[in-house]
């Protein structure tokens, strides 16, 4: 079987920047109090106009110029993402549409946080069977939209943000290495937002509730990311037969600067074999990842035949990560 890598990467962020600063003005909270817990001084906040389908096709174009594709070439559009444009049709359809793709398939992956590591893992399977030959593969959100700024607790974490990268097949020993994807829905009530869906249609006392906001335990997602990202980036480095002081770069899911220095630390990494930007860009769930694999990309901190592990954790619960060589 061939092995899949990625082609090309791009990144689409609104202009608004909303600092910590800013946010002091809507909830009480301080630059020092959201810096000491989450590490974060600033994220994006998509303008009224900007849609998930919308920076998802800017991203796109980006990704697909550095694979050296065109839209017409797409197998298959993999958006991950838990802030849609709507509920029907899938916002993969739109982009399909809007980035001209006509006649692959698409279609939206939600797995919050690990979307992006988890739309890899689906477009690997694909390409390796020869189901499809260039992937396109998304994380997208607005999470913005799902913020309530009476909760200090969450409207301090997370931002907007888009990223692609293009999947194809590629020459060993470049490719995904191995991959790992897990859920546990013990932990769903940990991070969701309670209405909105069939479970508590929308209403006017849903509205009034504050009940289309999301709602998070920190205290208990705090150690259970930490255990279940060091444990899931063993198991891939080992049945890769590598060992975490080969690696060249170790890209987590940017949710929290404490949850990436313990699982830096417990995997025993050097903090230069790290990749962080979260105090720029803050939480983008899905988008997080691929936003880090695009900077560094474009920055040079990724060179071919490097080996990089990533590896992620979000609201379902879900986690997984992927280990590839450049």
Same mark, same amino acid.
């Given at each position: 079987m061939a092995s899949a890598g990625i082609l090309g990467t791009g990144t689409a962020l609104p202009e608004k920047v909303i600092t910590n600063f800013d946010l002091e003005k809507l909830v009480d909270t301080s630059d020092q109090w959201i810096t000491d817990r989450t590490g974060i001084k600033e994220r994006r906040q998509a303008a009224p106009g900007e849609t998930t389908s919308s920076l998802s096709v800017r991203a796109a174009h980006q990704a697909l110029d550095m694979a050296g594709l065109k839209p017409q070439d797409l197998d298959l559009i993999i958006c991950s993402t838990i802030s849609p444009d709507m509920?029907?049709?899938?916002?993969? #359809?739109?982009?399909?549409?809007d980035l001209g793709a006509r006649g692959c398939c698409a279609f939206d992956l939600a797995a919050a946080?690990?979307?992006?590591?988890?739309?890899?893992?689906? #477009?690997?399977?694909?390409?390796?069977?020869?189901?499809?030959?260039?992937?396109?593969?998304?994380?997208?959100?607005?999470?913005?939209?799902?913020?309530?700024?009476?909760?200090?607790?969450?409207c301090v974490i997370f931002g907007d943000g888009v990223a692609a990268g293009v999947?194809?097949?590629v020459v060993p020993p470049s490719g995904i290495l191995a991959e790992e994807m897990h859920t546990e829905?013990?932990?769903? *009530?940990?991070?969701?937002?309670?209405?909105?869906?069939?479970?508590?249609?929308?209403?006017?006392?849903?509205?009034? *509730?504050?009940?289309?906001y999301i709602k998070m335990r920190g205290n208990e997602l705090f150690k259970v990311a930490v255990r279940s990202m060091e444990e899931v980036s063993r198991r891939v480095l080992q049945e890769a037969g590598v060992c975490a002081e080969?690696? *060249?770069?170790?890209?987590?899911h940017q949710a929290n600067q404490r949850i990436t220095d313990a699982v830096r630390d417990r995997l025993?990494?050097?903090?230069?074999?790290v990749y962080s930007n979260i105090s720029r860009i803050g939480n983008t769930s899905s988008a997080s990842i691929p936003i880090c694999l695009d900077?560094?990309?474009?920055?040079?901190?990724?060179?071919?035949g490097d080996l990089i592990l990533?590896?992620?954790?979000?609201?379902?619960?879900?986690?997984?990560?992927?280990l590839m060589r450049w």
């Amino acid at each position: 079987m061939a092995s899949a890598g990625i082609l090309g990467t791009g990144t689409a962020l609104p202009e608004k920047v909303i600092t910590n600063f800013d946010l002091e003005k809507l909830v009480d909270t301080s630059d020092q109090w959201i810096t000491d817990r989450t590490g974060i001084k600033e994220r994006r906040q998509a303008a009224p106009g900007e849609t998930t389908s919308s920076l998802s096709v800017r991203a796109a174009h980006q990704a697909l110029d550095m694979a050296g594709l065109k839209p017409q070439d797409l197998d298959l559009i993999i958006c991950s993402t838990i802030s849609p444009d709507m509920p029907l049709p899938s916002t993969a #359809a739109l982009i399909q549409r809007d980035l001209g793709a006509r006649g692959c398939c698409a279609f939206d992956l939600a797995a919050a946080c690990s979307g992006f590591l988890f739309g890899m893992t689906v #477009a690997d399977t694909f390409i390796k069977t020869a189901k499809a030959k260039y992937v396109l593969v998304i994380g997208a959100e607005l999470l913005s939209r799902y913020l309530d700024y009476q909760d200090r607790a969450t409207c301090v974490i997370f931002g907007d943000g888009v990223a692609a990268g293009v999947m194809g097949p590629v020459v060993p020993p470049s490719g995904i290495l191995a991959e790992e994807m897990h859920t546990e829905g013990a932990y769903a *009530d940990h991070l969701f937002i309670p209405a909105g869906g069939t479970a508590k249609p929308a209403t006017c006392q849903t509205v009034q *509730d504050r009940e289309h906001y999301i709602k998070m335990r920190g205290n208990e997602l705090f150690k259970v990311a930490v255990r279940s990202m060091e444990e899931v980036s063993r198991r891939v480095l080992q049945e890769a037969g590598v060992c975490a002081e080969q690696l *060249d770069l170790f890209i987590p899911h940017q949710a929290n600067q404490r949850i990436t220095d313990a699982v830096r630390d417990r995997l025993g990494l050097s903090p230069e074999k790290v990749y962080s930007n979260i105090s720029r860009i803050g939480n983008t769930s899905s988008a997080s990842i691929p936003i880090c694999l695009d900077e560094c990309v474009r920055s040079g901190r990724i060179k071919k035949g490097d080996l990089i592990l990533m590896s992620a954790f979000g609201a379902g619960v879900t986690w997984g990560a992927v280990l590839m060589r450049w």
